[in-house]
């Protein structure tokens, strides 16, 4: 399976953007992203998902870059709620259906 | 309604006990996963359940059974358990068929402790 690569941890300012960056450069063309986070003493949630055009919904935005190498989560507006370990996972069609989660981005939010 | 349920929230357990874990969803989903959870480390899968049979098995010592009674519930059997298996045990599901789009569902999690 493809593996991700992302920063241990990263510190916002509450209210600013965000990115979170994620390299996957042995991607496959069936690979798709998946984006899970996990607040503190909670289960993980699902974030959002794309294969290669940029993707919104109501959380955040996903932007993948054209070569599919990498990929940037983007948090418009971080709440102090957003303070989370943010997961990048790849899915690849026909696999085993369960998530292999990597070690995960720390994001803290300052006041 | 997209929640998972977990039961208990906290179970602490000496390695000569018998307990078991439960998880309970009511979206129709027919695909159910363990996954186990160390201190700062991600979520590790230990099995799946597709339509109430088990899928997956990740190697998982005997001493964690799990059971799929029904559609909507998902037993995790413990008994004999040692120190080093505590952690936090999370369920989740999902629908089936399973596309690499589908979202998996996750409970809140039954953080256990083994004396």
């Known amino acids: 399976d493809a593996k991700t690569t992302q920063p241990n941890s990263m510190e916002s300012n509450e209210e600013e953007p965000v990115h979170l960056p994620c390299n996957h450069s042995?991607?496959?063309?069936?690979?798709?992203i998946h984006w899970y986070r996990q607040l503190p003493s909670q289960g993980p949630e699902y974030v959002i998902h794309?294969?290669?055009s940029n993707v919104n919904n109501r959380m955040a935005s996903l932007a993948i870059a054209e070569d599919r190498k990498s990929s940037t989560l983007i948090l418009h507006r971080a709440t102090l709620r957003d303070a989370a370990v943010y997961y990048c996972i790849l899915r690849r069609v026909g696999s085993a259906r369960q998530l292999t989660f990597g070690s995960g981005t720390q994001l803290t939010v300052l006041p | 309604d997209t929640e998972v349920t977990q039961t208990p929230k906290h179970l602490v357990m000496g390695m000569t006990n018998k307990k078991s874990l439960k998880c309970e969803q009511h979206m129709g989903h027919r695909a159910m996963y363990w996954y186990k959870q160390k201190a700062k480390k991600p979520p590790e899968l230990m099995f799946v359940?597709?339509?109430?049979?088990?899928?997956i098995n990740e190697s998982v010592p005997s001493r964690f059974s799990p059971e799929c009674p029904n559609s909507s519930l998902l037993n995790l059997h413990l008994h004999a358990l040692q120190p080093e298996d505590s952690a936090l045990y999370l369920c989740a599901s999902s629908q089936v068929p399973s596309g690499v789009t589908d979202t998996q569902y996750f409970g809140p999690g039954t953080r256990l402790t083994v004396l």
């Open positions: 042995t991607i496959s063309g069936t690979d798709y």
């Open positions: 359940y597709s339509y109430e049979k088990l899928s």
């Open positions: 794309g294969l290669t």
